[in-house]
């Protein structure tokens, strides 16, 4: 990838200039959650001593902050330093996921089909497809933060406009909808249980379908990508201004000699054989493919819980074939250092793991998370005020929680026995309130730094911008972060005094 040189002669202005400004002027990400790491280790040991502490409103546990400095902490800390970093969440993911997509990228299988795919299309026509993609790329559960920015950039980067544009889009329109539903996706069968529990603290009986809050949550994603359009094109976009390559050679623009057409079709069809071969081999209803309790091919299967396993054979097999009709792999020694190259460019991340896997550790073991979440939610339940409010109240609680904690299903752990009875007390149905949870959930994915695929992220921009830092990312997702949290605030209250229905035997009050 040809790193981009952003035109500055003309001086950025205004707010998410003077945000990119300083925030750039932040450490390096490494010192930089180091020093963040810091900060959670005084707080364990001011917290710690004041006894501060949270009851879990499920298991009725009380939940103290654990402090950390002490010689138990160091000695915590030292036996666990190599395990953090070997069991980071995505540490795998995205070296495998990695490693496979650079095939496609150095090979020229991406460059081609995108060209290919894109050739009738014009015009900001091209922004609002990406931000659709954006919004099914939850049916790839996390690997879509990976795959989908880049993916976006080259589009942007083949069109003459700015690649980063591209980057921010994809990265924002995944967070931003990851737990709406264009189409049902897993989200709706994870969430659903837990919600479930929590109002059976009131009403033993309580039950609700997976899709009780699908017409909602579908005309989010809508809205999640029409307003993500906005975003790049009247945001994003003219505070990047014009770019200038390196390569600088632009002049096929879109077309497609008939050797890259011919191969592009060889490496498709190849996939679609793949598809054919998974779904012969999921068919059947003893499949090994399918729960072996319940039959299903999507909660607790080997097909949904081996996703990314399939996702790296399909890249694999694009490239692979795509590569060997063109030419660029004659033999294995080929393949290898294609392999090797992709590596090379994941390095900045490996590097920044070391840092971040350390700052979680000392997040998750100090609880300090679980107690701000639990304090919170019972601050929220104290007041008194209009259904609309309270709603947006609980929306922007959500955001602000996801900044600290990543992981839909363990918030709505944590927030759902507070939430759930509180508001159908208020005759407020479960399912509503497991809507607007999802909404909060969405909107602040993609602005914190503590979300493991901002690293990404970050190398992903620097390859473009190679003076890219913080700054640069939390100017570009703080409007996205702003407009999805203002579009499913006014969607919210809109639904609430129009009283719609949310879903397949779901509403928004109790009767």
Not at 173 to 193: A, R
Not at 266 to 295: D, E, M, Y
Request: charge should be neutral.
């Amino acid at each position: 990838m040809s790193e981009i040189n952003v035109d500055t002669s003309v001086k950025k202005r205004g707010f998410l200039a003077w945000i990119e400004r300083v925030g750039n002027k932040m450490p390096h990400p490494f010192k930089m959650f180091m020093e963040i790491a810091g900060v959670v280790l005084l707080l364990s040991l001011v917290l710690g001593l004041m006894e501060v502490s949270a009851v879990h409103p499920a298991t009725k546990e009380t939940i103290k902050v654990v402090n950390l400095v002490s010689f138990n902490g160091l000695l915590l800390f030292m036996s666990n330093f190599i395990k953090n970093f070997q069991n980071f969440p995505v540490l795998g993911i995205v070296l495998i996921l990695g490693i496979s997509s650079g095939i496609c990228d150095r090979t020229g299988f991406f460059s081609s089909a995108i060209k290919m795919g894109l050739a009738q299309t014009r015009g900001n026509m091209v922004v609002f497809i990406i931000a659709i993609i954006g919004t099914l790329g939850n049916h790839f559960g996390d690997a879509a933060f990976i795959l989908i920015p880049p993916i976006a950039g080259a589009i942007f980067y083949s069109l003459d406009r700015h690649p980063l544009a591209g980057v921010f889009l994809g990265y924002a329109t995944v967070g931003g909808s990851f737990t709406t539903s264009l189409t049902p996706q897993g989200m709706d069968v994870i969430l659903t249980p837990i919600g479930i529990q929590g109002a059976r603290l009131l009403q033993p009986d309580f039950d609700m379908s997976p899709l009780s809050g699908y017409y909602f949550l579908c005309l989010s994603a809508i809205l999640c990508a029409i307003s993500a359009t906005f975003v790049t094109i009247k945001i994003i976009e003219p505070m990047l201004g014009k770019y200038n390559s390196d390569e600088g050679d632009k002049s096929q623009g879109m077309q497609v000699t008939p050797e890259e057409a011919i191969a592009v079709k060889k490496a498709v069809k190849a996939v679609v054989i793949f598809f054919v071969i998974v779904a012969v081999a999921s068919f059947p209803s003893n499949s090994f493919l399918r729960n072996a309790q319940t039959g299903s091919l999507v909660v607790g299967s080997p097909l949904v819980g081996n996703l990314t396993f399939f996702i790296f054979l399909i890249f694999l097999l694009m490239g692979l074939v795509y590569g060997v009709s063109m030419g660029k792999i004659r033999g294995m020694n080929d393949l290898i250092k294609m392999m090797e190259e992709s590596t090379r460019t994941l390095v900045p991340f490996i590097v920044l793991v070391i840092a971040i896997a350390q700052f979680l550790f000392f997040f998750n073991e100090s609880k300090l998370g679980q107690v701000l979440a639990i304090r919170g939610g019972e601050f929220l339940a104290s007041l008194s005020a209009p259904t609309q409010v309270i709603a947006v109240l609980f929306l922007l609680l959500t955001a602000f929680v996801n900044l600290f904690i990543g992981s839909g299903s363990s918030k709505w752990l944590l927030l759902a026995p507070i939430f759930v009875p509180m508001f159908m007390q208020l005759n407020i149905h479960p399912a509503f309130t497991q809507i607007v949870y999802r909404l909060g959930d969405s909107c602040t994915n993609h602005l914190t730094p503590l979300f493991a695929y901002f690293a990404i992220l970050l190398t992903t921009t620097q390859q473009y911008d190679k003076n890219a830092g913080m700054g640069t990312l939390f100017s570009a997702m703080l409007p996205y972060s702003a407009t999805f949290l203002l579009v499913y605030g006014l969607q919210t209250v809109i639904w609430i005094t129009l009283n719609l229905p949310t879903g397949i035997g779901g509403s928004i009050w109790m009767n």
